[in-house]
């Protein structure tokens, strides 16, 4: 029996708003074809055509017959599917290393599906069911984004806690029905590494064009690992060797007239003091969320944003960066300052809540920035990147807010976007 699904609000100007759509009206079909959740949504709203049949709040029923671009959202937020659980026990898992007292929805592990196709989320496919998997190839969810840290079955295993299908069989007749996977690896040194990685990337290689990429990022380590098995971080010799890995078979790939498929996330880059690759290496930065090419594309923007910086006046700000981002920062914001006039101080923090093998600024906690801030000069405004902040909520990882940071720093928050551009234009907004 098909459900019905509540619209919770209209985006302003939209085709939904032009309809006379409103919250609290609800979706019934979509030509013809019943909508139970988000995904069937998202799926029917592809095509160009659309019949909607929806109960408006009143209780009368409407038939709206409309044409729209394929890519051209209507304008409605719908409930989000709340996630599957995740039944792993991965030897790395970040949740497992997390301390007490931070926002709720961190502990709450998640491997669903949905949430690959929906939000680009990783998922390992080890409780998907055939029901699901017919799902995924009914309705082209593509692309879905799985972690593979090893194709040899056993070390699979090992890895993740449990055992699942086995996953280049699963990838294969995905990719086979035309869904296309984008893939990623979590370095654990002497554990799936060396001939291990070499393995997995041939065996996925193999897959490709359907597996579309493979990320290869080092293991994430916080300082709360009591009764967990034991893990270290890459060293710097190891770094390079799996660079010069890497690069080798991407000119491999390459010469056969592929993609270079394989990308290193940043942090080893960063841990080899090797140089990056030029941006136009990373190709379409299809692996961007993994952190592979941040630093390249903040490189690029950030060129950008000083050929078109004009003087602003005169004033003193503050941002704030993780330990890893902060030679790149430092140089941008200097440069900065001297384009605009306004003298910008950046405080880099260490992060003492997670442990020193953490340095991303995306996890940096509102406590951190207390701590080391207080006391300190701080100028007109504190800068805050969102990328620390939970979407829409502006609450940081250890649940503070914007609001608790002005009142414990006294000064004045403002959120920015985390790149050049956000920084540029949040320094035009100020008064």
Known sequence: MNRMVDILSVDPGSIADELELEAGDRILSINGQ?????????????LEDLSIEVLKKDGERWQLDFEKDAEEPLGLQLPHPDPAQCGNACIFCFVHQLPKGMRKTLYVKDE?????????????????????????????LSPLYVSVH???????????GRSGPPILDLLLRLTAAG???????????????????????EDLY??????????????????????????????????????????????RFVEQGGSRFVFAADEFYLKAGMEFPVLDAYEDLCQLENGVGMIPLFREEAEQVLDEAEPLGKMTVST????????????FVTALGEKTGIRILLHVIQNDFFGGFVSVTGLIAGKDIVNQLRGRQLGDVLMIPDVMLKEGADLF??????SDLERELNVRVVKIDSSPWGLLEGLETLP
């Open 320 to 331: 704030v960066t993780g330990q890893s981002s902060a030679p790149d920062l430092q140089a």
């Open 34 to 46: 019943g909508i139970n959740d988000l995904l069937d949504f998202e799926v029917a709203c592809r």
């Open 179 to 201: 869904i296309e996977i984008h893939t990623q690896i979590v370095v654990c040194p002497g554990i799936n590494d060396g001939k291990s990685l070499i393995r997995t990337i």
């Open 112 to 140: 669903d599906y949905r949430f690959s196709y929906l939000y680009g989320a990783y998922v390992t496919l080890t409780n998907i069911s055939e029901e699901e998997i017919q799902r995924i190839i009914d309705q082209r």
């Open 150 to 160: 090893a194709t040899d079955e056993d070390l699979r295993q090992r890895l993740l």
């Open 397 to 402: 990882l250890d649940d503070l807010s914007l």
């Open 206 to 251: 193999s897959l490709a064009p359907g597996v579309r990429s493979l990320a290869v990022v080092p293991v994430g380590l916080t300082r709360f690992r009591q009764h967990l098995p034991a893990l270290r971080p890459p060293t710097e010799a190891e770094a390079r060797d799996l660079l010069e890995l890497l690069h080798g078979y991407q000119h």
